[in-house]
């Protein structure tokens, strides 16, 4: 590498070494030959091709070749006066891409927008839809004003029987007397038809609450009738115990028990 700079040099500089050595000054030779290396550097870097890079238009000077020239600006190096006196007059580098028009031409944000609340209608609809189709399977304030049904049992007598209407349907609230507690109490319950005991069917043993339909093709029963002083069904002859439960005649099961509970008033909520 030394010999490929020694053969570049020599020639180039030969003839100054050589007058150096003739004259005894070779310290004023070489300074010489470094004084023009560096103004060879200067003016290879001195002209700039506008098409390869950019300043500001105010730091450079045109020359009639269309090339700048990268001098000094009120004193200053063209960087620092750019940093110091900022200008929007800027040409910039295009040459490895090129420069997009003010704006999204593709509308790519208003595409992003239109998409985006036209998926939050659809699943706004779709809520509403699903929660009108719950709502709509719901029972309806006349319905559920008649799910539940409050009786006073002030007003009846022990012994007495009272018939009520809840939910399109009779029942039979019955004030039992000490008799009809004792006649309940007696039976075997091994020997019914539909075994249950009398405990089992009331929450107060003086009072029954069945629903009056009898089980064997819905008729309804005559109250404080039949063979065991409870009810008759005329229709088919079933006959029920003073407890509702089923012991003579076609019918296969007891009379239904409600849910219901007692209130604190002398009431009774049904449902």
Known sequence: MLRRSAQTLLPRFGGQLAAGFQSGSFGEAISSIYREEDSTKCNSFSRVDLGKRSFASDAVSNTSEGSVTLGNVDGLTPTVHAIKNPTPNIEYDSSNHDRFAPGDTSKRAFTYFVLTGGRFIYASAIRLAVLKFILSMTASKDVLALANLEVDLSNIEAGQTVTVKWRGKPVFIRHRTEEDIQLANDVEVSSLRDPEADEVRVKDKDWLIVLGVC??????????????????????????????RIRKGPAPYNLEVPSYSFMEDGKVLIG
Not at 215 to 233: E, I, K, Q, R, S
């Open 215 to 244: 089980t064997h093709l819905g008729c309804v029963p005559l109250p404080n009738a039949g063979d065991y002083h409870g009810w008759f069904c005329p229709c088919h002859g079933s006959h029920y115990d003073t407890s509702g």
